[in-house]
T-cell receptor, first 113, second 111 residues
């Protein structure tokens, strides 16, 4: 099956700085890459996703980049705010109807006011 | 209306007991999942059901059995509970071209 690696496991940034989380995947057939945010005691929720026919996608302060050749994708958060503090998960899927999402190990982001 | 709902939210039980966690989705999705999140926050897929057929079953002990009475429900039954089964269990559902939606989680504590 798919193997998704995620780094770093913890990340602390000052409010207003940028944060970058990186993931690699093993299965070249994967073509859908979502990012989930999980606040303490809550469910994971989708914040942004990207499909393999796109190299970059942006939504306000959040952007995701994808390099299919190298099989890695990254989450970029600019102008971080304390409410961005959470655990972030990347995931990969083949999207062939089965929608099997394989998650990275998570990154605990702390934004220091 | 909650899109994916699971019950109970908390479950405390003794070793050796059998328990079930229920999950229902009202999104009309074809695929439902069970994930286990351990104390280190790792999210590991356990089962995936597509149109009531099991399509993947990762290395999960056979004490765990998913049961899907219909497309909107995927329940998780656990036999002979062990201390290591303590975790948060998340149900999720997804359509062919939609994101995966998660339930609120069930925190299982085995004592």
């Amino acid at each position: 099956g798919e193997n998704v690696e995620q780094h770093p496991s913890t990340l602390s940034v000052q409010e207003g700085d940028s944060a970058v989380i990186k993931c690699t995947y093993s299965d070249s057939a994967s073509n859908y890459f979502p990012w989930y945010k999980q606040e303490l005691g809550k469910r994971p929720q989708l914040i942004i996703d990207i499909r393999s026919n796109v190299g970059e996608k942006k939504d306000q302060r959040i952007a995701v980049t994808l390099n299919k050749t190298a099989k890695h994708f990254s989450l970029h958060i600019t102008e971080t705010q304390p409410e961005d503090s959470a655990v972030y998960f990347c995931a990969a899927s083949k999207r062939t109807g089965a929608n099997n999402l394989f998650f990275g190990t998570g990154t605990r982001l702390t934004v220091i006011p | 209306d909650t899109a994916v709902s699971q019950t109970p939210k908390y479950l405390v039980t003794q070793m050796g007991n059998d328990k079930s966690i229920k999950c229902e989705q009202n999104l009309g999705h074809d695929t439902m999942y069970w994930y286990k999140q351990d104390s280190k926050k790792f999210l590991k897929i356990m089962f995936s059901y597509n149109n009531k057929e099991l399509i993947i079953n990762e290395t999960v002990p056979n004490r765990f059995s998913p049961k899907s009475p219909d497309k909107a429900h995927l329940n998780l039954h656990i036999n002979s509970l062990e201390l290591g089964d303590s975790a948060v269990y998340f149900c999720a559902s997804a359509g062919v071209n939609t994101e995966a939606f998660f339930g609120q989680g069930t925190r299982l504590t085995v004592v």
